[in-house]
């Protein structure tokens, strides 16, 4: 209940807040190119958590259709404004929570996504996992990007503030409170390879891509060879 009135509360905002930011659009265009080399225009995708709806917006010319879902009213109110001025009529937007979507095991789903961090507010990981399983093909991707258990950006952001609290608040027992505008949501930091075991009954792991300790923030500034190599060396640390 306090995620959906926190993102209520974020939702007239958020295009603003974090739609604009260099690292925010540099990790979302790297979440819809992986996107589209897996997606194509046979797909019927489930986005998990579609906030306003600035992905599947994007991913719409590339595929199918979609079936876009948020636990939060006013996030979807947003999505289907911005739907309406896109002119998009392959994209259909519903309130619905990701701990929910096995109300719609009777959907024809060929893959599902889910970016920034949603499945990290999810209480009972191992029954999403058995209703994401229920709802795709076997030979179907589920691609979901995770806030990992260590951050070394988070922690330096919270010692700039002097905000000693916050620097190791991941390495916290699991479930974390977070509070934000005075509302406490519980989140679960994981590792990816303890994210896996809940997954593992039911997929298997094809890629694991991991953000660059330094992130491009202009390509003049920072080679793409060197992005590269940070990707991969990075992915090792889970």
């Known amino acids: 209940y306090n995620l959906k009135i926190f993102w209520d509360k974020k939702a007239s905002n958020y295009d603003a807040e974090f739609g604009t930011s260099l690292i925010t659009r540099y990790i979302r265009n790297k979440n819809i190119s992986i996107l589209k080399k897996y997606f194509n225009k046979n797909d019927s995708l489930l986005e998990i958590g579609c906030g306003t709806g600035i992905e599947a917006l994007e991913l719409q010319k590339f595929v199918k259709n979609i079936l876009a ?65 229920g709802i795709i093909p076997k030979n179907g991707y589920f691609i979901t990007s995770i806030m990992n258990k260590y951050c070394f950006f988070e922690m330096i952001y919270f010692l700039l503030k002097l905000d000693f609290k916050n620097i190791i608040r991941r390495f916290k027992s699991n479930p974390v409170k977070i509070i934000n505008n005075s509302i406490e949501i519980l989140c679960y930091y994981w590792t990816v390879k303890t994210f896996y075991k809940y997954f593992k009954k039911y997929f298997n792991i094809e890629k694991i891509i991991a953000l660059p300790i330094v992130l491009p923030i202009n390509k003049k500034i920072i080679n793409n060879k060197v992005t590269i190599f940070l990707d991969n060396f990075f992915s090792v640390f889970y």
Not at 109 to 127: E, K, P, Q, R, W
């Open 69 to 133: 879902i948020d636990i939060s009213e006013k996030m979807i109110a947003q999505s289907l404004i911005k739907s309406f001025d896109y002119g998009t009529t392959n994209i259909t937007f519903k309130v619905i929570s990701a701990e929910n979507i096995d109300s719609l095991s009777g959907c024809n789903f060929t893959g599902a996504y889910s970016s920034f961090g949603v499945v990290n507010c999810i209480n009972d990981l191992n029954l999403f996992a058995q209703n994401i399983s």
